[in-house]
T-cell receptor, first 113, second 110 residues
């Protein structure tokens, strides 16, 4: 089955700096890669996703890159703000709705004012 | 508003008891998946329901069972509860555009 590894487990940055979280996956059949933000006690919330037919996607301060050959994808957050502090999870799936999501173990991001 | 509704929000059960958790999917979503999230870990896939049938199952024992109703809502049942079943149980509904998670049910087994 699919295995997703996520690094780092904790990340502390100063407000305004950039943050990068990296994930690797094992199943070459995976072609959908969402990123979720989970604040304490709340549900995982989709912040950006990418499908295997593109290498990069950007939404304001958030971007995701995908390297299918190397089986890794990354989340980039620029101009970080204190409200970006949360746990971020990457996930991989074979399709966008009918297949299971396999999650990484999460990254606790802390943005210091 | 998440669009996916789960009940109850919190639950305390005794070891050996049985529990039923409920999920109403987002309007228009016909597929429901259940995940277990232990403290400090990523969600783990339990199973997925589509057209009232279990379509996929993760690495969970038969004590975990489910059901999907004609209106696409779903239940997760756990029998013979163990202390290790304490976790946040998340329901996710989906269509082709992706998954939406509910706020979860926090189950504590004592």
């Amino acid at each position: 089955g699919e295995n997703v590894e996520q690094h780092p487990s904790t990340l502390s940055v100063q407000e305004g700096d950039s943050a990068v979280i990296k994930c690797t996956y094992s199943d070459s059949a995976s072609n959908y890669f969402p990123w979720y933000k989970q604040e304490l006690g709340k549900r995982p919330q989709l912040i950006i996703d990418i499908r295997s037919n593109v290498g990069e996607k950007k939404d304001q301060r958030i971007a995701v890159t995908l390297n299918k050959t190397a089986k890794h994808f990354s989340l980039h957050i620029t101009e970080t703000q204190p409200e970006d502090s949360a746990v971020y999870f990457c996930a991989a799936s074979q399709e966008t709705s009918g297949s299971r999501l396999t999650f990484g173990e999460g990254t606790q991001l802390t943005v210091n004012p | 508003d998440a669009g996916v509704t789960q009940s109850p929000t919190h639950l305390i059960k005794t070891r050996g008891q049985q529990v039923t958790l409920r999920c109403s999917p987002k309007s228009g979503h016909d597929t429901v998946s259940w995940y277990q999230q232990a403290l400090g870990q990523g969600p783990q896939f339990i199973f997925q329901y589509y057209e009232e049938e279990e379509r996929q199952r993760g690495n969970f024992p038969d004590r975990f069972s489910g059901h999907q109703f004609p209106n696409y809502s779903s239940e997760l049942n756990v029998n013979a509860l163990l202390l290790g079943d304490s976790a946040l149980y998340l329901c996710a509904s989906s269509v082709a555009s992706g998954y939406t998670f509910g706020s979860g049910t926090r189950l504590t087994v004592v």
